[in-house]
């Protein structure tokens, strides 16, 4: 019996017309995933109705002996996973994650160098439209033009003269290793503190699959939706020594009452990922990505970097008469596909436009498909940009795409009977 489709209707229509979207269509978005029942159970459960502002055993309100159990095993599970000395599983996303190691760590006006948002960063580490530029004096680093991937010789020149008192890395859009040796001698160098943002790769970097930036980083932060498959939301690790000020600045320095249903959730996250399985289900999201990558270059498209080491990549169109991220975002998503227009390194193409599009296989992946189904998935792709002017052509496709979906079952039970 569904509550929800007895008290509104309308309201579970639409939650099932997303579920069907979720199960009909192939999601290649790098930064989403599929959680399990468990985590959408804890999600969705009685943890919601309690405040709890402050910490286990230290809270400003009554009755939170079973939330501070909660909080207790997510904290727990998140220092085995990535052996870090302290961790702080409150924050509500991955950008107030970042707002509160800047707000610890800076003040305003400091100098701070971050990876270029058109070079695969992200609006929190220093975009001029977001709060990170607003209150920090941001230089982006870039990626080499040749190489496009990032030349740690040239972001320690770049250090040398900028003198930032904070180094942040990290990206959405960067399909290469990053080499956080590399960027902890830069740090040294200037003495700045280094911050790395691992939203993208935490499921890679627990399950042992990227080089973990744990040992040479003051403060990583993450999301816990994308690789590393749990509910929307963030989590900042640092050194024991910045952990008391840390604390502080998530609460109550820059958020009240801590969405304790959604810290319950990361807990059965992080019990999941330390699973052999959950390393197994790491290491075929790499092993789809590359079979992806190849399939693609087969087809004769070109890939950002040369191709991939972790979940994602970019196709690149630029020099490609008429053809921009755009169009292949929205021709693909008529044929059941599902991915995002993303900028290249030097994009000729606005933000809106783009010259590329990004592809991720942490969803994918989670649904059981293997390296022949990302040949079918390169096949599909190809055959949707090239008939990217009829419609009739890109119906059909979708129609394919949705058969071949449904070899992968996903939210079954939501569905019957629905
Ligand atoms: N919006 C996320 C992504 O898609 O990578 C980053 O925050």
């Given amino acids: 019996m569904s509550y929800l489709k007895q008290a509104d209707p309308e309201l579970y ?30 999600n969705g459960g009685v943890m919601t109705n309690k405040y709890a502002e402050g910490y286990p055993g230290k809270r400003y309100y009554g009755g939170c002996e079973w939330v501070d159990a909660a909080e207790n095993l997510a ?9 870090c000395e302290h961790v702080n599983v409150q924050p509500h996303s991955g950008s107030q994650a970042n707002m509160a190691v800047y707000f610890t760590a800076l003040k305003p006006g400091d100098k701070v160098m971050g990876l270029a948002l058109a070079h695969g960063g992200h609006l929190t580490h220093g975009h ?32 040398r003269e900028f003198q930032p008192r904070m180094i942040v890395s990290g990206a959405s859009a960067y399909p290469r290793f990053f080499d956080f040796e590399a960027i902890r001698r830069a740090c040294d160098a200037v003495g700045a503190y280094m911050m790395v943002d691992i939203a993208h790769i935490a499921g890679l970097v627990a399950a042992g699959l990227h080089p973990s930036p744990i040992p040479f ?3 990583v932060t993450t999301t816990t939706h994308k690789t590393l498959r749990g509910p929307r939301g963030g989590m900042i690790m640092c050194k024991e020594k910045y952990a008391a000020d840390l604390d502080r600045m998530v609460m109550p320095g820059i958020q009240g009452g801590p969405l304790m249903h959604t810290i319950a959730a990361k807990a059965v996250a992080f019990k999941e990922a330390l699973t052999p399985e959950y390393k197994d289900y790491q290491r075929r999201i ?3 990505a590359k079979a992806l990558a190849e399939a693609l270059k087969k087809l004769g498209y070109r890939l950002v970097a040369g191709g991939t080491d972790t979940h994602l990549m970019l196709v690149s169109f630029v020099g490609q008469e008429g053809m921009t991220g755009k169009k292949a975002e929205n021709a693909l998503d008529k044929a059941g596909i599902v991915v995002n227009k993303n900028t290249v390194p030097f994009d000729p193409e606005k933000p809106f436009v783009t010259s590329g599009i990004r592809l991720g296989t942490p969803a994918v992946t989670t649904r059981g ?16 940009i090239k008939n990217r002017k009829s419609d009739e052509a890109l119906a059909a496709i979708a129609k394919e795409v949705a058969d071949f979906s449904k070899r992968f079952p996903l939210y079954e039970e939501r569905l019957k009977g629905a």
Avoid at 75 to 83: E, P, T, V, W, Y
């Fill in 13 to 42: 229509d639409v939650m099932v017309r997303e579920t069907e979207r979720q199960a009909h269509k192939v999601v290649l978005i790098a930064s989403e995933n599929f959680v399990s029942e468990a985590v959408l159970e804890a």
């Fill in 75 to 83: 904290r727990d599970r998140a220092k085995q996973l990535f052996g």
């Fill in 128 to 159: 001029p439209i977001n709060f990170s530029g607003f209150l920090y004096n941001f230089v982006g680093y870039e990626v080499d033009r040749e190489t496009e991937v990032i030349n740690y010789d040239h972001l320690l020149d770049q250090a």
């Fill in 217 to 219: 980083a003051d403060f």
């Fill in 286 to 288: 790499i092993e789809n």
């Fill in 369 to 384: 498909m293997k390296p022949g189904d990302m040949t079918t998935i390169a096949g599909f792709i190809d055959r949707a």
